[in-house]
């Protein structure tokens, strides 16, 4: 069966201080892959999404990046957090063509920058 | 882009009543509309959906119901339990030759009072 994993659950970083959280999935291969992020009132906003290694798109600007190394693998990084980055982010994953359309997320992480 | 609104923001029930969760989207070419269940603390996990050829869909207590020419659908859920309560998010998208990607509203958070 397919799972996904997504850590640390929280994190609580200072301003200007690097992030990165990880993602991984287990049980299926060439999986598209998401990150989300939940803020209070803003429901889930889509932030990234990845079709294959190396190969990312942005929905959004702002002060994060994401890469895709391997396969089944999704990063979130910051080079330098602002408070505004605070929130509970969601790695999610989806398998490709039209029958796969179910996402399938991870417990998230809450990240607060103090 | 696809832009989902979602309405009421909270909603408080009694056990046993029904609740009536509705979204609109804007691009007429989604034609996949899912609904995801989040507890606290943990990821959202589909509950159920509906592609654009059918206007209705029920298993057992929850039903969801979708007008194209107005573009809204909705979820309905009957004699409410507890366990209901939780936050519910609607998210429209396209699945067709190639996979859209899963646009979601800004949730309600639904109490039900024992």
């Known amino acids: 069966s397919q799972t996904i994993h997504q850590w640390p659950a929280t994190l609580v970083q200072p301003v200007g201080s690097p992030l990165s959280l990880e993602c991984t999935v287990e049980?299926?291969?060439?999986?598209?892959l998401y990150w989300y992020r939940q803020a209070a009132g803003r429901g889930l906003q889509l932030l990234f999404y990845?079709?294959?290694?190396?190969?990312i798109s942005s929905e959004v600007p702002q002060n994060l990046s994401a890469s895709r190394p391997q396969d089944r693998q999704f990063i979130l990084s910051s080079k330098k957090l602002l408070l505004s980055d605070s929130g509970f982010y969601l790695c999610?994953?989806?398998?490709?063509?039209?029958?796969?359309?179910?996402?399938?997320f991870g417990q998230g992480t809450r990240l607060t920058v103090v | 882009g696809e832009n989902v609104e979602q309405h009421p923001s909270t909603l408080s029930v009694q056990e046993g009543d029904s609740a009536v969760i509705k979204c609109t989207y804007s691009?007429?070419?989604?034609?996949?509309f899912p609904w995801y269940k989040q507890e606290l603390g943990k990821g959202p996990q589909l509950i159920i959906d509906?592609?654009?050829?059918?206007g209705e869909k029920k298993d057992q207590r929850i039903a969801v119901t979708l007008n194209k020419t107005a573009k809204h659908f909705s979820l309905h859920i009957t004699e409410t339990q507890p366990e209901d309560s939780a936050v519910y998010f609607c998210?429209?998208?396209?699945?067709?030759?190639?996979?859209?990607?899963?646009?979601f509203g800004k949730g309600t958070k639904l109490s039900v009072k024992p």
């Open positions: 999610a994953w989806r398998g490709k063509g039209i029958m796969n359309t179910e996402a399938f």
């Open positions: 049980g299926t291969s060439n999986p598209n």
């Open positions: 990845s079709v294959g290694i190396g190969q």
């Open positions: 691009d007429s070419a989604s034609n996949y």
């Open positions: 509906i592609r654009s050829n059918v």
């Open positions: 998210a429209a998208s396209f699945y067709g030759g190639s996979q859209g990607n899963l646009i």
